[in-house]
């Protein structure tokens, strides 16, 4: 069990790799986060085999790592208030039934100050998809199990901020289990 007071888990480094398969991780803030800077996080891989883990007061998972970095989820609980997950550029791969992410509240329009390129919004989504320019802006979801319970949106994609030389992509994979109306 780990409860911390602002932040939990902070990763930083080249091809640094955080893994977590069960026990109890809460913060009033990002209970996992990085950075966009390149330099700063290329390469990062965070894996969630179980757990859970909850912010208080904001987003659990903020994910603007870049170049090649890999956020894979197969288990467990994770649980903010303003969005399970945001990610803002890296890759995104969630699986197995017992995944769930959800978010508990929202603001009723969202929005964020064009100049603000980084930090959370209070979507509500259970996962977020915030394309933006200043994290490399590609960000790539293959979804193929797992629960989504939110505020508003199970599922919420849009650019915040965009530059001409960024092209802001977003792929996004997922299958439907069946028996599941789309």
């Known amino acids: 069990t780990l409860d911390a007071g602002g932040y939990a888990i902070s990763v930083f480094g080249e091809n640094t790799k955080v893994t977590v398969d069960s026990g109890s991780i809460s913060a009033d803030y990002y209970?996992?986060?990085?950075?966009?800077?390149?330099?700063?996080t290329s390469g990062s891989v965070i894996?969630?085999?179980?757990?859970?883990?909850?912010?208080?007061?904001?987003?659990?998972?903020?994910?603007?790592?870049?170049?090649?970095?890999?956020l894979v989820i197969t288990g467990g609980t994770i649980e903010g208030v303003w969005a399970g997950i945001q990610m803002c550029s890296g890759s995104l791969t969630?699986?197995?039934?017992?995944?769930?992410?959800?978010?508990?509240?929202?603001?009723?329009?969202?929005?964020?100050?064009?100049?603000?390129?980084?930090?959370?919004?209070?979507?509500?989504?259970a996962i977020s998809l915030l394309s933006r320019s200043s994290y490399g802006g590609d960000i790539s979801v293959d979804i193929s199990g797992g629960t989504f319970e939110a505020v508003h949106y199970p599922i919420k994609y849009y650019g915040v901020?965009?530059?001409?030389?960024?092209?802001?992509?977003?792929?996004?994979?997922?299958a439907i289990p069946s028996g599941v109306e789309s």
């Open 47 to 70: 894996t969630i085999n179980g757990g859970t883990l909850t912010s208080r007061e904001d987003v659990a998972i903020h994910h603007p790592q870049r170049s090649g970095s890999k």
């Open 161 to 174: 901020k965009t530059s001409a030389t960024s092209n802001n992509q977003v792929t996004l994979d997922y």
């Open 94 to 125: 969630v699986s197995g039934d017992d995944t769930l992410i959800k978010a508990t509240s929202a603001t009723d329009f969202p929005d964020k100050d064009d100049e603000a390129a980084d930090g959370s919004i209070e979507d509500g989504a």
């Open 31 to 40: 209970v996992i986060s990085g950075n966009g800077m390149a330099t700063r």
